[in-house]
């Protein structure tokens, strides 16, 4: 069971000296319990207590870092059932299966899909190669999609077939998803040799606790769990009961991330296939395997993705500051926008769709909407006056402004505020920037 403040505070020498940077040695304790500083800043606790208290006070599920380069992703350390609780830390990873027989045809594919949104790549971070039957065609797709600059997954559960691809591929982090009950100590030997994830599968629940138990005894907790493909409904509810006796149970045995197969359970059924990644997205696959990824199932699923991984504490916010659009300099126009996230990319985007030079400035606004923002006194005309006159003297130059129509009331105060600036009324909404700057003669 998880310990409490008090059930650390016990092991302090209670003289409140801050060399851990709390206050006071019960502050420390109650971080400790939370999770937000590790016991081992205090250099004041006995070592035998710290190798007791530093094992109760682990992670209840392990963090790792897959792949390299452009394509290094972190999966696990999650300690919450819901987002609401606090927040998850490691978003779902997608990918595609890939075999020897279709790689060629499925690597372009996959690069089809790259784009941007609020400020973050969307694209399929994945590839999930298979084993068929054929060692020679499956280490041939190994060495492709080991150039695609993505993590790789190898499905395989032939050692020999293993040894070879992880070879190739190891210095890339990939994930060697192959032991199960019959064949994991070959397995984990040949993934703590090359240094990479085990991805361990089992008959049931049970069979999977008993394998991991193995694994973990002979010294292998770098592990991620497959939550199997025998049906829908087993695989949920195995995703669901893997990371609730990890988290609420204390049980650190089924402490590791997941990895859900939806391709397979779809049986080539499109709609379902989709349906279930974005199920899983929810509750609970680190990793989530599709047959094919294209843009009708990407924008959901990663719209899906990006709403359930950010921290519900935070709002999502631009830095202030003034965003030269299009090659803007000091003779071009104004904009104005608050600087919630998603109002930025959004009108950051009309804007450099009209290829008009513009520089958009952003105010602090709390990291609301345009009306929400004015609404709690945080889109003011004298915020935004104040902040001309105090960053965008030598930037701004045109003094011409453009505020969105929502807040024009703000027109008449922000002329008073800001004398030999011109004040536009902009558009309610983003659509029509692009044809407002286009017909915009200053
Ligand atoms: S370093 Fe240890 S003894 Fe000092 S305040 Fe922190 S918890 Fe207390």
């Known amino acids: 069971m998880a310990l409490k403040g008090l059930d650390y505070f016990k092991f302090t020498p209670k003289t409140n000296c801050k060399a851990c940077g709390k206050p006071t040695c019960m502050a420390f304790s109650m971080d400790v319990a939370a999770g937000k500083i590790e016991i081992g800043k205090c250099p004041h606790i006995k070592p035998e207590d710290l190798a007791k208290l530093s094992e109760a006070s682990a992670p209840p599920m392990k963090t790792f870092k897959i792949g390299a380069g452009k394509a290094e992703f972190q999966i696990g350390g999650e300690t919450v059932l819901f987002r609401h609780e606090k927040t998850f830390v490691s978003k779902s990873l997608y990918g595609v299966n890939v075999t020897g027989d279709n790689i060629d045809k499925a690597l372009p594919e996959l690069k089809k899909v790259d784009y941007v949104r609020i400020g973050e790549r969307m694209f399929c971070e994945v590839i999930n190669i298979e084993f068929t039957g054929d060692k020679g065609k499956f280490v041939d797709a190994v060495k492709k999609a080991n150039a695609a600059e993505r993590v790789l997954v190898l499905s395989c559960t032939d050692t020999a077939a293993a040894k070879e691809a992880v070879e190739i591929c190891k210095a890339n982090k990939p994930i060697l998803n192959g032991a199960n009950e019959s064949n994991f100590a070959d397995m984990s030997k040949i993934a703590t040799d090359a240094g990479v994830l085990l991805g361990v599968s089992a008959k049931n629940l049970e069979a999977l606790h008993d394998t991991v138990e193995k694994l973990e005894a002979a010294g292998n907790k770098n592990l991620i769990l497959d939550v199997g493909t025998t049906s829908a409904k087993e695989a949920f509810a195995n995703a669901v009961e893997i990371r609730r006796v990890a ?61 359930i991984f950010t921290d519900p504490q935070k709002p999502m916010k631009v830095e202030p500051g003034v965003y030269k659009l299009n090659g803007a300099d000091e003779k071009s126009v104004c904009m104005t926008t608050v600087d919630f996230a998603l109002t930025y990319f959004i009108v950051a985007g009309e804007i450099e769709r009209s290829g008009v030079p513009t520089n958009l400035v952003i105010t602090d606004a709390g990291g609301y909407s345009v009306l929400t923002a004015w609404a709690a006194g945080k889109l003011t005309a004298g915020s935004i006056a104040k902040y001309i006159k105090e960053q965008c003297g030598d930037k701004c130059k045109n003094q011409t402004l453009i505020l969105p129509g929502k807040v024009s009331v703000l027109k008449g105060e922000l002329e008073e505020n800001l004398p030999g600036w011109k004040i536009v009324i902009g558009t309610n909404e983003a659509v029509g920037i692009v044809k407002f700057l286009k017909d915009f003669k200053g």
């Open 247 to 307: 988290l609420k149970g204390g049980d650190r045995t089924f402490g590791y991330p997941s990895i859900v197969n939806v391709g397979k359970l779809a049986k080539g059924n499109h709609e379902v296939e989709l349906g279930l990644a974005s199920i899983f997205t929810i509750k609970y696959g680190s990793i989530i395997l599709l047959d094919s990824l294209d843009y009708a199932k990407a924008l959901p699923l990663f719209g899906l993705r990006q709403n």
